[in-house]
């Protein structure tokens, strides 16, 4: 840490952080003014045939890369070592799994990004902001699925859980490594730079609609009543009625 | 028992004549927005037709609404929970801007500033969804009147058992016209269908509203309604419906397609009905019982014991005493000359309809009889197979009995009434055949013909003792001059809507008085609040 240039150090640790707050700040704010705006503004409307077939693939395909993450970068070598899963099945797993993901991620964007950019009824709809998280989505899945895939197919990669992992763990503990990080090829350096990004335009884009994922759908009663008097304020689905949405909508 | 009161509408489909003003004034107060073009929250189909957007009723093909499993429990046709979850990322049951009409305007300036020359410039039509030139195919309203019925009402799913023999005859003389709005139902798979719980049904009135503030865009209420009355705004990308115009209600007035209708034809009142039983009468097995299911939910609101309980529900006085009244309880319960629109969905719908007897008339006129002989009426009532199987698969979900049964009666009244009122001998006989008495006659003939507009509307005002805090969901709905480069672009925050406030207290005078050309202090009223003192309004009295 200690002959880390400034450059070195806004990259992996100013910038992290920078995203981080402004990925937390944001949220807040938006969930409290734009109540309004917090939608998954579906184009299905416009366009069904290649949404029918780009859309689940990438949201599926997105949902396993995030999986796979988790894994690979939040839970470190030695715990995966401790619970007894040996290096080769570990390995073997990851490129597996990890390859899938990475087809159905690359599949489904490769659609979605061509609808949104040639059927002129979509394109309408698409903000700035839009192009800007789809770029990011762009260079962040393409540096992602390569090394993924070059891993699977080349044998022996760059083992990204000695170097990258640590350093990602050490930003939520408060001791980033960025020796580790900063000697890392410059394809994770970049896969990592944009996924900042992407935090940092989260709370301003429509990927917002995440959170949303309607789970509660599941135990909650079919007909929704409501009183017409606002002042009982109604509790939202699934909360059980506590208290959390004190920071939520504004009335 | 756990009764609920639900407003509730009748049209009376005889007395429509296909203007569309419903629909025009509909529009202007609510969808006249951009996002919104393609949205008809009241909508006037000829039938037979299409409907709008096209074949919705035709739940094989959309799913929506309510079916029976295989043992026999209520589930939404469109799947259950976890399949409805699944499908969040493209929703199979959706139906696609073509299918109600790329919305379009026309590009005027072209009109407007073409050059002088000996060419007559033409407009080119302009697509709303991407601002481009583009053909129109297909729009609300383009079977209106039949207009290309061989080609297009042949797809209409309410002919469905008639295609071989009605082909010929409705081009003569079948066809009349339905205005749809939301139905408000009981039993609403709109807000089933909504993962989110963004739609509601309102305690107090049962209209079903959607949150929007609470609603994501997962456009599964769209596909869950089986009478597509729920729209998706393709620019907020969120969805809307028919609000039963809340404010207007709330206030006692009437909706605006009731108010502005033309044939003065819809009746709007309280329903009261038993919440308990609500589900167990969607669940009835045989399709063609939902109806008398469904009057079984309703409460007589003249019975005590439904008093006292309504009263212990919190219902307030005055609106049992409005559910007493309600024209909307005479024509569907007492007289049972209103039928729900397609209860096989069961939903339990709450707009009702008195089918139309002008298409039998019709027949019998162009048979060369008096349309007004109820012998040959009655005559062609029972033998006319086509108008009234028809009436049924919209109605009562093929029971053409019960179809059958109201076109008597309403060819009773006319045939009694007449009579009274020439001086001829009135059949004392006939309104027992119908199953009235001549009181019951006389009633129908005052709310069906002379329909007074206190007589049409019943509506108690809502409680609304704390009303400042009704603004909430007034936002839901936002300034419709907020359009882009609209006179209200803009506004004030997310909502695009001021907030309302009330105007701040009066801190001096130095800005509200002014000296005059007589020389004199003036106190300006002009933004005077009312409050405090007001110097110099009246001129000193001078010396005399
Ligand atoms: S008619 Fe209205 S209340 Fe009934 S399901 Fe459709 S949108 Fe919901
Ligand atoms: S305004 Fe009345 S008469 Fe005219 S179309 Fe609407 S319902 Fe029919």
Request: proline share 7%; aromatic share 10%; with cysteine.
């Amino acid at each position: 840490m200690t002959n880390a240039s400034t450059g070195e150090l806004f990259l992996w640790v100013g910038l992290p952080y920078l995203a981080l707050g402004i990925f937390v700040v944001g949220h807040i704010w938006r969930w409290r003014y734009d109540q309004f705006g917090w939608t998954s503004r579906s184009t299905q409307l416009q366009e069904r045939k290649l949404l029918k077939w780009g859309s689940p693939i990438f949201h599926y395909g997105t949902f396993a890369a995030i999986g796979g993450h988790v894994i690979g970068v939040l839970i470190p070598e030695s715990v995966t070592r401790a619970i007894g899963i040996p290096e080769n099945v570990y390995r073997w797993f990851s490129a597996g799994a990890g390859t899938l993901a990475a087809v159905l991620v690359i599949g489904g964007v490769i659609v979605l990004a061509t609808r949104r950019l040639t059927v002129p009824r979509v394109r309408a709809t698409t903000a700035s902001v839009d192009y800007l998280a789809l770029v990011l989505l762009l260079i962040v899945i393409l540096t992602g699925v390569a090394p993924t895939v070059g891993v699977n197919m080349f044998g022996h990669g760059y083992d990204y859980r000695s170097t990258v992992a640590p350093w990602f763990r050490g930003l939520f503990i408060g001791s980033p490594d960025v020796t580790a990080i900063s000697t890392a090829p410059v394809i994770y350096q970049v896969h990592a730079t944009a996924a900042w990004m992407i935090w940092i335009v989260w709370p301003f884009s429509r990927l917002v609609h995440a959170w949303s994922y309607p789970l509660w759908y599941l135990w909650r009663p079919y007909v929704v009543y409501r009183s017409r008097d606002t002042s009982r304020r109604p509790s939202e689905p699934g909360t059980g009625g506590r208290k959390w949405r004190k920071i939520g909508a504004p009335y | 028992m756990r009764v609920m009161a639900n407003v509730a509408m009748v049209m009376n489909l005889d007395k429509c004549i296909g203007c569309h003003t419903c629909s025009v004034t509909c529009k202007q107060v609510w969808t006249n927005r951009p996002g919104t073009e393609y949205v008809y929250f009241n909508n006037v189909e000829t039938k037979p037709g299409v409907g709008y957007p096209k074949r919705y009723e035709d739940q094989e093909q959309w799913h929506g609404g309510w079916t029976l499993d295989r043992r026999g429990r209520l589930q939404l046709r469109a799947g259950g929970r976890v399949k409805k979850l699944a499908q969040l990322f493209y929703n199979p049951d959706l139906p696609s801007i073509d299918d109600y009409g790329d919305p379009w305007t026309y590009d005027y300036q072209t009109l407007i500033q073409a050059p002088l020359g000996t060419h007559n410039p033409s407009a080119r039509s302009i697509s709303a969804l991407t601002g481009k030139g583009m053909d129109v195919k297909w729009g609300s309203n383009f079977d209106d009147d039949l207009a290309g019925a061989p080609e297009h009402a042949v797809d209409d799913p309410d002919l469905i058992g008639l295609e071989d023999r009605v082909r010929m005859e409705f081009e003569q003389v079948f066809m009349f016209y339905l205005p749809r709005i939301c139905e408000h139902c009981l039993n609403p798979s709109c807000v089933a269908s909504c993962p989110s719980g963004a739609m509601y049904k309102r305690e107090e009135d049962g209209i079903v509203l959607v949150d929007q503030d609470r609603c994501r865009g997962w456009r599964m209420c769209v596909s869950g309604c089986p009478y597509k009355k729920v729209y998706f705004n393709h620019r907020t990308g969120k969805a809307e419906k028919c609000t039963f115009c809340f404010p207007r209600i709330e206030a006692g007035q009437p909706t605006v397609c009731s108010e502005t209708c033309v044939g003065r034809l819809r009746y709007l009142g309280l329903m009261l009905y038993d919440a308990d039983r609500v589900l167990d009468a969607a669940a009835t097995p045989d399709e063609q019982d939902l109806y008398e299911a469904q009057l079984g939910v309703f409460l007589d609101p003249h019975d005590p014991a439904v008093q006292a309980e309504a009263a212990a529900a919190g219902i307030p006085h005055d609106w049992i005493a409005a559910a007493q009244r309600s024209p909307v309880y005479e024509l569907a319960v007492r007289h049972r000359v209103a039928l729900p629109l397609h209860p096989e969905y069961r939903t339990l719908p709450m707009v009702w309809y008195i089918p139309p007897l002008s298409p039998v008339a019709d027949v019998v006129h162009a048979a060369g009889y008096d349309p007004n002989d109820p012998d040959k009426v009655f005559a062609t009532i029972d033998s006319l197979r086509i108008p009234i199987d028809y009436l049924a698969n919209l109605f009562t979900a093929g029971a053409a009995e019960t179809v059958r049964a109201v076109l008597r009666k309403l060819a009773a009244i006319r045939a009694y009434m007449r009579a009274a009122q020439l001086g001829l001998d009135r059949d004392e006989d006939l309104p027992g055949s119908v199953g009235a008495t001549p009181d019951d006659i006389d009633d129908l003939y005052r709310l069906l013909a002379i329909a007074k507009y206190e007589d049409r509307y019943v509506i108690p005002p809502a409680h609304a003792e704390d009303a400042g805090r009704l603004m909430g969901q007034h936002e839901q709905l936002f300034c419709s001059l907020d359009t882009d480069g609209g006179p209200g672009m803009g506004g004030a925050g997310p909502h695009g809507i001021a907030s309302y406030r009330p105007s701040q207290p009066d801190t001096g005078h130095a800005d509200q008085t002014f000296r005059a050309d007589d020389g004199r202090s003036h106190f300006n009223l002009l933004g005077w609040d009312g409050r405090g003192s007001a110097p110099n309004l009246f001129p000193e009295p001078g010396p005399s």
